[in-house]
């Protein structure tokens, strides 16, 4: 699986864009890149997942770039209730065992009132 | 449907003894994933089954740990006998075998090995 890196803390204060980076260098061109989260106590939740296009949903907006070597995960308007750690994967898409999800250490977001 | 429902939310035991704990699926998934989360490992996953059969369990940590899925509803992750190491969150997790579906967690056990 190709690695990603991401910065191991960002701040951002409440109601701003807050805009979490990821590199992955080293994707292939069947893998796709999925952003999930976890939030204190909680399991991880999915947010989103992309190939090479720009996607949006009802949480969050993926950009990645066009060489897809990096990707950046955007809430809108960052909440308190969206303070979290936000893990950047990237795998195959594919339902069988190749579809398993391995985490790494993720990006903690600190929503500031 | 209620998500991926784990038990006990927390367990507090003694070294040496057996611990068990409990996962029910989301109904209609095939797919379940065992995983655990320390601080100085983070989430590290486990086993995984698909229709019931575990598929690959090269993330158990040891022979003490063993997992089994006696039907779609119901896993089991067993430790025999725990350690003070053994002292992490278990999640479980389910989806479908389809196309870039997503994982859902449960809420995890808080086990403590005293």
């Known amino acids: 699986d190709a690695k990603t890196t991401q910065p191991p803390s960002m701040d951002c204060a409440e109601g701003r864009a807050a805009n979490l980076p990821c590199n992955h260098s080293?994707?292939?061109?069947?893998?796709?890149v999925y952003w999930y989260r976890q939030i204190h106590s909680q399991g991880p939740q999915y947010i989103i997942h992309?190939?090479?296009n720009n996607e949006t949903n009802e949480m969050a907006s993926l950009i990645i770039t066009e060489d897809r070597k990096s990707s950046t995960l955007i809430l809108p308007h960052a909440t308190l209730r969206d303070t979290a750690v936000y893990y950047c994967?990237?795998?195959?898409?594919?339902?069988?065992?190749?579809?398993?999800?391995?985490f790494g250490k993720g990006t903690k977001l600190s929503v500031k009132p | 449907d209620a998500g991926v429902i784990q038990s006990p939310r927390h367990e507090v035991t003694e070294m040496g003894q057996e611990v068990t704990l409990r996962c029910k699926p989301i109904?209609?998934?095939?797919?379940l994933f065992w995983y655990r989360q320390t601080m100085m490992r983070g989430l590290e996953l486990l086993i995984y089954?698909?229709?019931?059969?575990?598929?690959?369990d090269s993330g158990m940590p040891e022979d003490r740990f063993s997992a089994k899925m006696p039907n779609a509803s119901f896993s089991t992750l067993k430790i025999q006998p725990s350690e003070p190491r053994d002292s992490a969150v278990y999640f479980c997790?389910?989806?479908?075998?389809?196309?870039?579906?997503?994982?859902?967690f449960g809420s995890g056990t808080q086990l403590s090995v005293l």
């Open positions: 080293t994707i292939s061109g069947n893998e796709y």
């Open positions: 992309g190939l090479k």
């Open positions: 997790a389910s989806r479908w075998g389809g196309h870039n579906e997503k994982l859902f």
């Open positions: 089954f698909n229709n019931n059969v575990p598929i690959d």
């Open positions: 994967i990237v795998r195959v898409g594919d339902g069988g065992s190749q579809g398993n999800l391995i």
């Open positions: 109904s209609g998934h095939d797919y």
